[in-house]
């Protein structure tokens, strides 16, 4: 796991709680011996959070330990977005000093349900299956007619285990797709913990093969074994390469991946564009598969791609955290026109990170009809 990871993650969530206290709770509540509880158990919810990463990280968890450290991060989220927001009411300017006092305990006493109820939703929809989002597309020389799913994000390990990943497939496997692309940061922890995981992953199948391609998160939990384990379920990696998938014994689609982003900071496996399309057939329509966004300001007009399929950002899974992805990613979910000549759609995720929570986010699988 990079080092300068950690750094930046775990300074931001103890600024994120230190600005809770000192902004929401210290704000609010008057007596001190209740500020005292408060702020002793902000300190433990921050340690969840330790605990949390050196879990998915560095060591396993029983799994009570891990749900504990994940709901953590989620407090964490919710008890921050009230925080903004309870600073916002007591900045309305138009209230007298009179009044001000109980717009303060009113406030306070607003946000504090009203973080119960975000971290409440947020559990629900986070709990729901993955909605089924069809995607009817039009790609442009294509001869063949072909369905295909998408399943991006489903992140391994922790609370995501043989269950999760079982009812996964079979929402797939009931699309009857010809063909699966998996779109990067599918395993989240190390491959020796995942062995039935991967062994009800390995049942995912299509006529035309199924397709991976490396997200930033396979990169923590050493690369090459995600590589080699996800090669024996029988999936094909796309490393910087194209398959031109055929139908019918003729060639009607090229298919390219490339490797994550996060490989220029890894200084190995960096995603390569030119590699990537170098044995396509220049007749026929591209698809590719890039896990982040952003990969697609990489992506020009001349370069021949129709379709790029991405995930990473969750859509968000959170809200109102969308805003702070937008700020990385210029695409955060759903079908857009990059170029003229390239459309980009970005999954959702089929699974979370952190918390088993989303808001305004619910996470998908997704189905694409193509046509000519």
Request: hydrophobic share 45%; with cysteine.
């Amino acid at each position: 796991m990079n080092n300068l990871f950690y750094v930046v993650a775990l300074s931001i969530f103890a600024l994120m709680h230190l600005g809770i206290y000192i902004l929401f709770f210290k704000r609010w509540i008057q007596r001190r011996w209740v500020r005292g509880i408060l702020g002793a158990w902000i300190l433990v919810n921050f340690c969840g959070v330790l605990v949390y990463f050196a879990g998915r990280y560095e060591f396993a968890l029983p799994q009570a330990v891990y749900f504990w450290a994940s709901i953590s991060i989620g407090v964490c989220f919710a008890l921050f977005v009230v925080m903004v927001l309870y600073r916002a009411l007591l900045g309305l300017s138009f209230f007298s000093l009179k009044r001000r006092k109980t717009l303060q305990d009113g406030a306070g006493l607003f946000c504090g349900v009203l973080s119960g109820a975000y971290l409440g939703w947020g559990m629900i929809e986070g709990g729901m299956k993955p909605k089924i989002e069809r995607v009817d597309l039009v790609l442009k020389g294509l001869q063949h007619p072909f369905s295909a799913v998408q399943i991006s994000d489903l992140h391994i390990g922790g609370l995501i285990g043989k269950m999760e990943v079982e009812e996964i497939v079979r929402s797939v496997m009931e699309l009857r797709a010809s063909v699966i692309f998996l779109t990067g940061d599918i395993i989240d922890t190390r491959v020796a913990y995942l062995q039935e995981s991967l062994s009800a992953l390995g049942k995912l199948n299509a006529p035309l093969g199924v397709y991976y391609v490396l997200g930033n998160h396979e990169f923590f939990h050493g690369v090459y074994e995600v590589i080699d384990a996800v090669e024996k379920l029988g999936f094909y990696v796309l490393k910087n390469e194209n398959i031109v998938l055929k139908k019918d014994g003729k060639n009607f689609v090229n298919l390219a991946g490339v490797n994550d982003l996060f490989g220029r900071r890894f200084g190995d496996l960096q995603p390569d564009l030119a590699q990537a399309l170098s044995k396509r057939d220049e007749h026929l329509p591209t698809i590719l598969l890039a896990h982040q966004p952003k990969f697609a300001r990489e992506i020009g007009e001349d370069d021949g791609i129709d379709l790029i399929l991405s995930g990473h950002t969750h859509g968000g899974q959170i809200f109102p955290f969308g805003i702070f992805v937008r700020l990385d990613q210029p695409y955060l979910a759903g079908l857009y026109q990059h170029t003229t000549t390239t459309q980009i759609y970005v999954n959702r995720g089929s699974g979370f990170w952190g918390p088993p929570m989303r808001v305004g986010s619910r996470a998908e699988i997704t189905y694409f009809e193509f046509r000519g």
